[in-house]
Nanobody, 114 residues
C-alpha cells in the first residue's frame, strides 16, 4: 500500500528555518517524481516545489525561490524540504504528493509567528 508520511513541522519565528521530511513506503520510490504542496487557511492548495525521480531536476514556486530547497535520498525513500528565511505567509499545512496516482500524505503544520 502506497504511503507518504510528512514530519518536521512546527512553530518557528520569522527568519527561522525548518526541514520537512516525506517518508515513502509501499512503492519503488526512486521511480517517481515527488512534490510539496501547502494550504493556508482559506486558500487553495498550491504547489511549492517538485523534484524529479532521479533528483536531477527541481522547480519552485516564485514565492519560495531562493529560500526553500527540495532534495531527496532515494536510499532512504525520503524527500526533504529545507525552508529558510521563513515568513508569516509561509504558514500552512504542508503536504507531499506523488503525482502519478495522486497519492498524498496527511500533512504537517508549519506556523511562522513571533
Amino acid at each position: 500500500q502506497e504511503q507518504l508520511v510528512e514530519s518536521g513541522g512546527g512553530l518557528v519565528q520569522p527568519g527561522g528555518s525548518l526541514r520537512l521530511s516525506c517518508a515513502a513506503s509501499g512503492f519503488t520510490f526512486r521511480n517517481y517524481d515527488i512534490s510539496w504542496y501547502r494550504q493556508a487557511p482559506g486558500k487553495q492548495r498550491e504547489l511549492v516545489a517538485a523534484i524529479a525521480s532521479s533528483g536531477s531536476r527541481t522547480n519552485y514556486a516564485d514565492s519560495v525561490k531562493g529560500r526553500f530547497t527540495i532534495s531527496r535520498d532515494n536510499a532512504k525513500n525520503t524527500v526533504y524540504l529545507q525552508m529558510n528565511r521563513l515568513k508569516p505567509e509561509d504558514t500552512a499545512v504542508y503536504y507531499c504528493r506523488r503525482v502519478y496516482g495522486d497519492y498524498w500524505g496527511q500533512g504537517t503544520q508549519v506556523t511562522v509567528s513571533s
